[in-house]
């Protein structure tokens, strides 16, 4: 028979287990913070704009339903939606500290059509990424990851909606794949938002995906071992999914993933295309609006064009707003 101690021992030695996993807990952007759902609270009560998600651990198969908005992922009753400005920068929160330094860091919208995104299935959605960070430097095997990034800014990560994406009820889907082991690990979380302002630039339909649908389990970035002798001198990672929204390219993700950061917006996590626009706007003197300012490990131009003011974001993202 099973004492009430050794059940409390049980229960507790599952604990660490969990906890080296977890997913997007928060999220922050303009000043205010928005708590994600718990996976280990009762779901009774809960009230969020995150869709709910019930395990920190990964899915581990890019063909389950779960990995459009994790398990399950469907609205509550008490489901939020916050309003965000394109062109805002968005931060998500993971675990302290987010234990997994190796794999990609992707950032994808769903437009919901309709006046919201509560009742609506995920999987039912066309996504659209716009943000993305693979292998930054060094080689597959023991170089610097969007994934180790994330971790170094506070296990967090900030993408900037895109001022060019249409208003609408959206929903944004922050995700890191570890690929310490294998199979990889998808942490995927959704949010509800109701994206303002004047974008008119649609995704292409060679940038929309479905997930599941958008990966394959065989995908080069996803059936990788990073321990492999080749792993050792190769220094490009092609990171999952379809191209970034608002690039030129009308390829397969596949051909349009490169072996560092890019993204459409600027972006603090960026390495060489961030870097570079950087130190144009260091020429100019200025930071157009919606550019980065600001923040740890940043080192570009710190003022903005006229009218706009360099606003914090997080510790380590301001942007002129
Ligand atoms: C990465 O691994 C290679 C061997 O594959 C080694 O020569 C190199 O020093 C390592 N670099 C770092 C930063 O650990
Ligand atoms: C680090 O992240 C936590 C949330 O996980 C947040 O409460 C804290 O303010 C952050 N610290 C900084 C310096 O941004
Ligand atoms: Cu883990």
Same mark, same amino acid.
């Given at each position: 028979m099973l004492t009430f101690v050794t059940l409390l021992a049980a229960a507790s030695a599952t604990v660490p287990t969990a906890l080296a996993h977890g997913g997007v807990l928060s999220y922050s952007w303009s000043g205010q913070w928005y708590w994600g759902w718990q996976p280990y609270n009762s779901a009774t009560g809960q009230t969020t704009i995150q869709r709910p998600w019930s395990t920190y651990n990964p899915i581990q198969d890019a063909t389950l339903s779960t990995i459009a908005c994790n398990d399950d992922g469907t609205s509550p009753s008490l489901q939020q939606t916050a309003t965000v400005a394109a062109g805002t920068a968005i931060t998500a929160y993971w675990n302290q500290i987010w234990p997994h330094a190796q794999g990609p860091m992707l950032t994808y919208l769903a437009n919901c059509g309709g006046s919201t995104c509560s009742g609506v299935n995920a999987n039912s959605l066309k996504w659209f990424k716009i943000d993305q960070a693979g292998l930054l430097s060094g080689t597959v095997y023991n170089g610097t990851w969007g994934s180790g990034q994330m971790i170094? %800014?506070?296990?967090?990560? *900030? *993408? *900037?909606?895109?001022? *060019?994406v249409p208003s609408g009820n959206y929903l944004i889907r922050f995700e890191t794949i570890a690929i310490h082991s294998t199979p990889a690990q998808f942490y995927p979380e959704c949010a509800q938002i109701s994206i303002t302002g004047s974008g008119s630039l649609a995704p292409t339909s060679a940038q929309l995906v479905s997930f599941p649908g958008a990966y394959s389990n065989s995908d080069p970035g996803i059936d990788i071992d990073i321990y492999s002798t080749a792993a050792q001198t190769q220094t490009t990672y092609v990171i999952p999914g379809p191209p970034l929204y608002g690039s030129s390219s009308s390829g397969s993700g596949t051909t349009a993933s490169a072996s560092t950061s890019t993204s459409v917006a600027s972006h603090s996590s960026s390495s060489s295309t961030a870097a570079a626009s950087s130190s144009s706007a260091a020429?100019?003197?200025?930071?157009? %609006?919606?550019?980065q300012c600001g923040g740890t490990g940043y080192t570009g131009a710190t003022s903005c064009i006229a009218p706009y003011t360099c606003t914090y974001s997080s510790a380590y993202y301001s942007q002129c707003l």
């Open positions: 170094n %800014q506070n296990s967090s990560w *900030t *993408t *900037t909606i895109p001022s *060019t020429a100019a003197g200025t930071v157009a %609006q919606y550019g």
